[in-house]
């Protein structure tokens, strides 16, 4: 008996059950790979939810890999489900994983396209358009999903309508096969011949009561009696072959979906579950469904919503001549009274329940590789359960639970499984905080079984896996980043390694930039010591040498650059000076910083003189001739910003670069350097005056020749301000700011376009909130004159 079927048919998957209820053969044969066999009796256990997949992977490459997906309205599913219980036989018939695999390398359950370059025919296409309908989809429901299994009755006639509309379907696949061969599915010859011995081994063992649940396109092959053994021998002789391992894996109806890649996927597998599993009136519960969603979304959806919906849907299937109402009526149905036209709400719903994110779950005895089994047990133990449905993280690196789960998911980012990804934080920026945004796709499955390689416990992996990067990092910048992940991930024996790779790599790169762009994250790593327990005293230490060399080089570095190595060379500069900030906070026993800024230093000794050896390299690329003015801008940007300027300094050279004997692009330059980069530089326009009176008088007294030169850097530098401080800036300009007059002090006379003087009521408002912050003592507060006082410095 032939059962030819749609993979992931739920209209087939009832008429297979019907079809076996009916004729109750003695053993069951499942299109798939016979390595299977072993493990078809897990299908039958309690812990195996679909949907899932059976893995297979050559053993010398697990990268190279076929899925065979099965979800619980599968017809082979449903095979295997029935035989498993009334205890008849199962085999799978389909040509070895060994060969495919060796065949098509890296596939998913079918080889890929025709070698020859022939396109594949969509059997369910050419019947659909041969009935006079344009969608594959809607046809395939009015003739299989909209009609009744027809088994009801009893004896000869219920077992004839149980498997008459295989017969039809299989003389249907008999005249296609007749039109166009194999129809551009080239491996398909020697599939079929495997499938036939192992029909002819099956019907030898028990009889002519066998039943075959396969693709309806390979009906037609197995039906014929045109090819003898000896022939399907001959192709099956000299195929390549590789070692290969099965496993049963977890699959989601996401992946099922034809647009996520599998071949014979489906494009609505959340819809036809629904089909296959209600009991009774899928309309009404489905639209039922429907409505909660939307409700659980804060959309106005009501029990009359679902009462009209079902009628439109029933009259949309009327007018349309169709039997039943289908996903393109019900769609039509909950877009027009449920959405109110709106294609918003209808794409929740299609993510949510037309696909579905729906995680199958495998049992803890199936076979599985030993990692795998080990990243299991720590899911569990941490109560990380994997999920279809992409969720975010919020981890507490103080709790002992969540560092762990951070040490896990930076480990397996390490192994290349990005179950988790990380992603900014909400509210707190602080370093003991972390935001993981996490989604299982079953190819992860792909990548434990790659990482296996490493070891067998996801430390063991990770440790083995970051050494042999560190051996093999080329750059210096690698190694550091290298050594950031080590720390993340709690890894202290990978850790000698790669501070052996980060110590040859710092010795010799002479490349500057190299050096500055990796000194960041080797900070960083300093600092996760402090907040994760890390002693970190040997990588301080080279940390410190780093920014040694990056000192002497810099300046060097910084001549006869062009605008794009001039911008380049800015953001290395911003990145040291942070960096040597949170260095010297680190070694000198510093407060950490929750922002992960360096700021002043209080500490002196090594690191307080490191510090200010960089002060001195930036004074002097501030005021050196020959170095881009972006760059010589942005130096006495970071020296006003850490208040190392004096008063006044910062008009000065001001001044001496926007005096005429500077060419307009070159101060244009500068301006960038120095107020560009985003609010701070307009804040500092907008509270000194002598800074943006000297900018006003420069820019009105740029040649017109020359305007249209400088007008683009201008532009960039101003447009990263916020609206409010262009505006603010713009009525500054309008009143007239005093280019003679340096930041006013409080109480005197008042700045173009503000008011006169100090409003003490409006400042004495935000005290309680100040001293809320502050942590004061609310029995200190008082109405008197240190009140006042106090407002006043507040205010100013």
């Given at each position: 008996m032939l059962l030819g079927v749609r993979h992931h048919g739920p209209g087939s998957a009832r008429a297979v059950r019907a079809a076996l209820d009916a004729c109750e053969p003695g053993a069951v044969l499942i299109e798939g790979p016979p390595e299977a066999d072993a493990l078809v009796e897990f299908a039958g256990q309690e812990g195996m939810r679909p949907p899932v997949a059976l893995l297979a992977h050559a053993a010398s490459d697990p990268g190279q890999a076929a899925f065979w997906p099965l979800a619980g309205f599968s017809p082979e599913w449903v095979a295997i489900r029935w035989a498993l219980s009334r205890g008849v036989p199962v085999r799978f018939i389909d040509l070895p994983a060994a060969n495919s695999l060796a065949m098509a390398g890296r596939t998913e359950g079918e080889p890929a396209g025709d070698p020859a370059g022939r396109v594949r025919v969509d059997p369910m296409g050419v019947l659909a358009e041969t009935a006079g309908y344009d969608d594959p989809e809607r046809w395939w429901e009015d003739v299989v999903e909209h009609r009744g299994?027809?088994?009801?009755?009893?004896?000869?006639?219920?077992?004839?309508?149980?498997?008459?509309?295989?017969?039809?379907?299989?003389?249907?696949?008999?005249?296609?096969?007749?039109?166009?061969?194999?129809?551009?599915?080239?491996?398909?010859?020697?599939?079929?011949?495997?499938?036939?011995?192992?029909?002819?081994?099956?019907?030898?063992?028990?009889?002519?009561?066998?039943?075959?649940?396969?693709?309806?396109?390979?009906?037609?092959?197995?039906?014929?009696?045109?090819?003898?053994?000896?022939?399907?021998?001959?192709?099956?002789?000299?195929?390549?072959?590789?070692?290969?391992?099965?496993?049963?894996?977890?699959?989601?109806?996401?992946?099922?979906?034809?647009?996520?890649?599998?071949?014979?996927?489906?494009?609505?597998?959340g819809w036809y579950s629904h089909l296959f599993h209600a009991a009774d009136r899928p309309l009404e519960r489905w639209l039922t469904r429907v409505a909660g969603l939307l409700r659980a979304e804060d959309f106005a959806v009501s029990s009359a919503h679902v009462i009209e919906a079902v009628r439109l849907a029933e009259t949309l299937a009327a007018v349309r001549g169709r039997p039943l109402a289908g996903l393109a009526e019900t769609t039509d149905a909950v877009r027009a009274v449920m959405c109110e036209g709106s294609d918003v709400p209808l794409a929740l719903v299609h993510d949510r329940l037309v696909v579905g994110d729906v995680l199958g779950e495998v049992p803890e005895a199936a076979p599985a590789a030993p990692l795998q089994r080990d990243l299991a047990r720590t899911q569990r133990s941490l109560r990380l359960k994997p999920e279809a449905l992409e969720r975010d993280l919020e981890l507490?690196?103080?709790?002992?639970?969540?560092?762990?789960?951070?040490?896990?998911?930076?480990?397996?980012?390490?192994?290349?499984?990005?179950?988790?990804?990380?992603?900014?934080?909400?509210?707190?920026?602080?370093?003991?905080?972390?935001?993981?945004?996490?989604?299982?796709?079953?190819?992860?499955?792909?990548?434990?079984?790659?990482?296996?390689?490493?070891?067998?416990?996801?430390?063991?992996?990770?440790?083995?896996?970051?050494?042999?990067?560190?051996?093999?990092?080329?750059?210096?910048?690698?190694?550091?980043?290298?050594?950031?992940?080590?720390?993340?991930?709690?890894?202290?024996?990978?850790?000698?390694?790669?501070?052996?790779?980060?110590?040859?790599?710092?010795?010799?790169?002479?490349?500057?930039?190299?050096?500055?762009?990796?000194?960041?994250?080797?900070?960083?790593?300093?600092?996760?010591?402090?907040?994760?327990?890390?002693?970190?005293?040997?990588?301080?230490?080279?940390?410190?040498?780093?920014?040694?060399?990056?000192?002497?080089?810099l300046p060097p570095a910084c001549f006869g650059l062009d605008a794009d190595g001039a911008a380049e060379m800015r953001?290395?500069?911003?990145?040291?000076?942070?960096?040597?900030?949170?260095?010297?906070?680190?070694?000198?026993?510093?407060?950490?910083?929750?922002?992960?800024?360096?700021?002043?230093?209080?500490?002196?000794?090594?690191?307080?003189?490191?510090?200010?050896?960089?002060?001195?390299?930036?004074?002097?690329?501030?005021?050196?001739?020959?170095?881009?003015?972006?760059?010589?801008?942005?130096?006495?940007?970071?020296?006003l910003d850490d208040g190392r300027l004096a008063e006044g300094e910062a008009a000065r050279l001001m001044a001496l670069v926007l005096s005429p004997g500077t060419a307009p692009a070159e101060a244009a330059s500068w301006i960038e350097g120095f107020v560009g980069g985003g609010a701070g530089g307009g804040m500092l326009l907008v509270h000194d005056e002598r800074l943006l009176g000297l900018l006003d008088s420069w820019l009105t007294g740029v040649p017109a020749e020359a305007f249209t030169d400088v007008l683009p850097l201008l532009r960039r530098t101003f447009a990263a301000y916020d609206a409010g401080v262009r505006r603010t800036l713009g009525e500054l300009v309008r009143r007239g700011p005093a280019a003679d007059q340096g930041p006013r002090p409080v109480g005197g006379p008042p700045a173009p376009g503000f008011g006169p003087g100090l409003d003490e009521d409006r400042a004495a408002a935000v005290l309680p909130t100040v001293r809320l912050l502050l942590g004061l003592d609310a029995q200190h507060d008082n109405k008197g004159n240190h009140e006042n006082q106090y407002g006043t410095e507040v205010a100013g």
């Open positions: 299994t027809g088994a009801e009755g009893g004896g000869a006639a219920g077992w004839a309508d149980a498997v008459g509309p295989f017969a039809a379907l299989g003389e249907a696949m008999a005249v296609l096969r007749a039109e166009y061969g194999h129809g551009g599915h080239e491996h398909d010859a020697v599939r079929e011949a495997h499938m036939r011995l192992r029909l002819r081994e099956a019907r030898r063992e028990f009889g002519d009561r066998v039943a075959v649940v396969c693709g309806a396109w390979h009906v037609p092959a197995l039906a014929g009696r045109a090819t003898t053994v000896t022939a399907d021998r001959g192709l099956l002789k000299g195929l390549p072959k590789v070692k290969s391992e099965l496993s049963w894996v977890p699959w989601t109806h996401r992946r099922l979906a034809r647009h996520s890649g599998y071949g014979a996927g489906i494009a609505s597998p507490d690196l103080r709790k002992e639970t969540d560092a762990a789960r951070s040490r896990l998911l930076h480990r397996l980012r390490l192994l290349g499984v990005d179950w988790g990804t990380p992603a900014a934080s909400r509210g707190s920026t602080g370093t003991f905080r972390e935001t993981w945004r996490l989604r299982w796709e079953p190819e992860l499955s792909v990548r434990v079984a790659e990482a296996g390689v490493w070891g067998t416990t996801v430390l063991s992996a990770a440790t083995t896996r970051a050494e042999a990067k560190a051996v093999d990092a080329n750059a210096l910048g690698e190694v550091t980043d290298l050594a950031e992940r080590c720390l993340l991930a709690a890894l202290p024996d990978a850790l000698p390694v790669v501070m052996r790779a980060l110590a040859d790599r710092a010795a010799l790169d002479a490349d500057v930039g190299q050096l500055a762009q990796a000194l960041p994250a080797l900070v960083r790593s300093v600092r996760y010591g402090d907040v994760r327990g890390t002693d970190t005293a040997a990588l301080a230490e080279v940390a410190v040498g780093l920014a040694e060399r990056v000192l002497v080089g953001g290395h500069l911003e990145a040291v000076h942070r960096a040597v900030g949170l260095l010297s906070e680190i070694r000198a026993g510093g407060a950490e910083r929750p922002d992960g800024e360096g700021g002043k230093s209080g500490g002196g000794g090594k690191d307080g003189g490191l510090r200010g050896r960089w002060l001195a390299v930036l004074r002097a690329l501030a005021e050196r001739d020959g170095i881009s003015g972006l760059i010589r801008g942005r130096a006495a940007r970071l020296l």
